[in-house]
């Protein structure tokens, strides 16, 4: 009898807490948002994804939140990727098509309409830390690029491209452009201090906040703290070090994460981690076909974690596709930004999936990368259609003038079609087979043909110059069995 009158009060003090907390003023309604992306993270490299790294705060976030199984980068590389991810728009749309060199004149141009541009409409204070990529920063002065301000960012700590000369003691950090000494320490630990000191000395408390933060994690040149390399040594140098930098990105999670808890922030934080691409190992992509730079899903599908307990109920998986640009979409959706054209954008608000409602995507998702072979993928469904031009001209890394041609030009020749949830690690090729596979060949030409319409033309890139190689000698994979 006891426990049952000890039940009721707690019971009582839960619904009292729980009226509490929804009766605050309307601005506060308005979530924080906080999107992390991991750098060249696989889909299998968190423990939560099946990985073999010690992931406690992300595995946390996860069964707080949502698990997406089927979650995809806006490209297989990190320019194009980071630029659909803001825009809400298919890459080549933008003009990003592939990563950005330094020195090249490739950027997001402020014409695009980025998701800090939109929150800041909506009197959210932003911020960006970590890795940019989508221009050159000040100190770069071959060209007068927009900067992370000129993109919605009020505030920005990071680098052009990767962290240099690895992630420890990083020499090339810029915020707010002006250049910094070299950095002491590991570039996710810098960044998730100064994101701390952001909401401890910049953040006005009284508006929402966007922050987006890019970490520089598992980016190749690698460096991890020898005191969590130790703990992976069994499984060799190499991939101890590797281990380790998932082990080291988690914890710089989790002290941001534990920040905003601590602080009562995290419950109203709309939490989002990903990946900006697939992995360069492939064991990192766990069973999935092929590597970063590719369009199999090695290369597009990445982790997604998504956290808001207000009106995400927690310890779900959502296996329906959904990726980058999708977010600015469900943005728009949740904040009812009225300012936002979002038919012209290529995703899809995600808002009744996270509410557990019936969903249905508008536009199929797709990939565009001309350097790679296939190079266009399309998700119908649970099929994943792909294209081959059996283009055997020999390509420079960077985008030349001859790739812009090409883009314009570019035609199919063959094709593969695959069904993701009985075979996700693509052996089967139903492109022969199936039914229905030439009204999937047609709508592929459909989006080729606007793709090369809607294509970003850029009137002065490089020649090609330099090494060059054909599609199928840039990168090569090993499907996981015969590692
Ligand atoms: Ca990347």
Known sequence: MKNTTNLSVLLFSLVLSACHSEAQPT?????????????DMGYADLNCYGGLSNTPHLNQLAKEGIRLTNFYAAASNCSPSRAGLLTGKSPARLGMYSYRPQGHPMHLRTSEVTIAEALQEEN???AHIGKWHLGCLPQDTAFHHPQPHDQGFSYSLGTENNAQPSHLNPVNFVRNGEQLDAQEGYSC????NEALSWFEQQWNQ?????????FHEPHAKIASPPELVEKYKSHGERDAEYLANIENLDLAVGKVVDYLRA?????????????????YRQASNGQLRAVKSYLYEG????????RWPELIQGGQEVHEAAGFVDVLPTLADLLNLKSLDTQNLDGTSILPLLKGENFE?????????????????????????????????????????????YVKEVQLHEYELYQLTEDDAQYHNLAGRHPEAEVYQQKLNNKLRKIKEEAYYWEKLPEAEGNRKPKTEWVKYKRIEEN
Do not use: C
């Open 27 to 39: 601005e506060k309604t308005k979530p924080n948002i906080l999107l992390m992306v991991a750098d």
């Open 361 to 405: 995507r508008e536009n199929p998702l797709y990939w565009f990368f001309y350097r790679t072979s296939p190079e266009i993928a399309m998700r119908i469904g649970d099929m994943m259609v792909m294209g081959k031009d059996k283009d055997t001209v020999a390509r420079t890394h960077p985008f030349t003038m001859a790739d812009m041609e």
């Open 206 to 214: 009284e508006d929402p906040f966007f922050m987006y933060m890019a």
């Open 263 to 279: 602080q009562g922030l995290l419950d109203n934080t709309l939490l989002i981690f990903s990946s900006d691409n697939g992995s």
């Open 299 to 306: 290369g597009i599908r990445v982790p997604g974690i998504i």
């Open 124 to 126: 959210y204070q932003t």
């Open 189 to 192: 630990n810098i960044l998730a």
